[in-house]
């Protein structure tokens, strides 16, 4: 559906940039794990690809982290 709407909407468009972030699984704050000696193994991690100039999404890639960005460059 967002290669369909590229094409429609941002025909001329050759840049777009990947970024990634992490969603906590968790509903306790930063603080409260880092005080109660617990640590985080596992996070979910977002990754989106945008068209420069047209702000549009050009894919999406949802999956478990921590890992490099690159992992998902390729399914971007």
Do not use: H
């Amino acid at each position: 559906m967002l290669a369909e709407i590229v094409k429609e909407f941002a025909t001329d468009a050759d840049e777009a940039s990947i970024d990634s972030t992490g969603l906590e699984t968790s509903s306790a704050s930063a603080y409260f794990r880092a005080r109660s000696g617990k640590t985080r193994k596992k996070y979910v991690k977002l990754s989106v690809c945008i068209v420069a100039g047209s702000m549009l999404p050009a894919g999406l890639v949802v999956s478990w982290g921590p890992y490099n960005d690159k992992r998902e460059a390729p399914e971007l």
